[in-house]
């Protein structure tokens, strides 16, 4: 069964950082791209990052170029998403999500994603 737990969210201050990992079960992370998209209130969901299967090339959206950095961990079949120099439209619901081939998930599409974790709350705020 494949699943997808978030953790790490919280309230920071703006220009501070926040790690958010993505815990998968039930496949591996050479199988599946595995990327970040968020929600901010009233907003639709938004590609953050992707890191692909395989080889574990990496895209940002030009919003979080610079700032965020999205890894993984085979050993602990963990995905990270640091996040530095956070601002106050940061602030939304994020999730990690996984797909098989990977192509919406490289271009950051949400609609084309597999599975879906239940989210991680981030607020920037002072």
């Known amino acids: 069964q494949v699943q997808l737990v978030e953790s790490g969210g919280g309230l920071v201050q703006p220009g501070g950082s926040l790690r958010l990992s993505c815990a998968a079960s039930?496949?591996?992370?050479?199988?599946?791209?595995i990327g970040w998209f968020r929600q901010a209130p009233g907003r639709e969901r938004d590609g953050v990052s992707c890191?692909?299967?395989?080889?574990?090339?990496?895209f940002y959206a030009d919003s979080v170029k610079g700032r965020f950095t999205i890894t993984r961990d085979k050993s602990k079949n963990t995905v990270y998403l640091q996040m530095n120099t956070l601002k106050p439209e940061d602030t939304a619901v994020y999730y990690c999500?996984?797909?098989?081939?990977?192509?919406?998930?490289?271009?950051?599409?949400?609609?084309?994603?597999?599975?879906w974790g239940k989210g991680a709350l981030v607020t920037v705020s002072s």
């Open positions: 890191i692909s299967r395989g080889d574990g090339s990496t």
């Open positions: 039930g496949f591996s992370l050479d199988d599946y791209a």
């Open positions: 999500a996984a797909e098989v081939y990977g192509s919406s998930c490289l271009r950051l599409i949400s609609s084309g994603m597999d599975y």
